[in-house]
C-alpha cells in the first residue's frame, strides 16, 4: 500500500530572523511559543524546538518510515539535519541582536540505528565556544531511555549584521 506525506508552509521570509532586531535567544523562544512560526525544514522533517535557554537548545522527532533509508532506519542526513539545527540554535541563543551565525562544518558519528520503534528521539546541543568569529558546538541524540544514537560536533561562522535600511526586512546572510 502505497503512504503519502503532504505539509504547508508560509513564506520563510515572514518569519526569518532579522538578526539586527530581535537575538537569538528571543527569536528562538518565539518559535517554542507559537509567536513566529519554525522555517520551513521543520515540517518537511518533522521536527519541534522542546526546549532552548541560553546555551542550551533542544529539539524533539519521531522516527517514521518517511525517515528511513534503503535499509528500513532513519537516514543519516536525517539525523545530520536534526544535529545541525539543535546546534546552530545552540549557538544562537548566545548571540546578541546584531551578530548571526551559519553552519560551516558538522561531523556527526552515527552509533546506533533509528527506527520507528525507538520512540521520541531527543537531540540537546550546547556550545563548547563562541567568540567573535567562530562558534563551536556539541551535541548528541538519544532515545526515551537516554542511550545515546549519534553526537556531533559542528563550527559556525559569527558574524555582525548590517543595520536593515528602512523598508526592509534586515535580511542576513546563510
Avoid at 55 to 62: C, D, K, Q, S, Y
Avoid at 115 to 127: M, V
Avoid at 151 to 156: A, M, N, R
Amino acid at each position: 500500500m502505497e503512504r503519502k506525506k503532504a505539509f504547508s508552509w508560509e513564506d520563510p521570509k515572514k518569519n526569518a530572523r532579522n538578526a539586527a532586531s530581535i537575538s537569538g535567544l528571543d527569536y528562538l523562544k518565539a518559535i517554542q511559543t507559537g509567536k513566529k512560526r519554525p522555517p520551513p525544514v521543520a515540517g518537511l522533517v518533522g521536527y519541534r524546538l522542546s526546549e532552548v535557554d541560553v546555551g542550551h537548545a533542544v529539539f524533539e522527532l519521531e522516527p517514521r518510515e518517511y525517515h528511513y533509508n534503503p535499509f528500513a532506519s532513519v537516514h543519516g542526513g536525517i539525523l545530520s539535519t536534526l544535529m545541525d539545527s539543535t546546534m546552530t540554535s545552540a549557538v544562537m541563543t548566545t548571540l546578541p541582536k546584531g551578530v548571526a551565525c551559519a553552519t560551516v562544518e558538522i561531523k556527526v558519528n552515527f552509533i546506533q540505528p533509528v527506527t520507528e520503534q525507538t520512540g521520541l528521539i531527543r537531540c540537546e546541543a550546547r556550545p563548547i565556544h563562541v567568540g567573535k568569529r567562530l562558534a563551536t558546538v556539541e551535541g548528541r541524540i538519544t532515545d526515551p531511555k537516554g542511550s545515546v544514537l549519534a553526537h556531533g560536533v559542528s563550527t559556525c561562522a559569527v558574524f555582525k549584521v548590517k543595520k536593515a535600511p528602512p523598508g526592509t526586512r534586515g535580511k542576513t546572510p546563510g
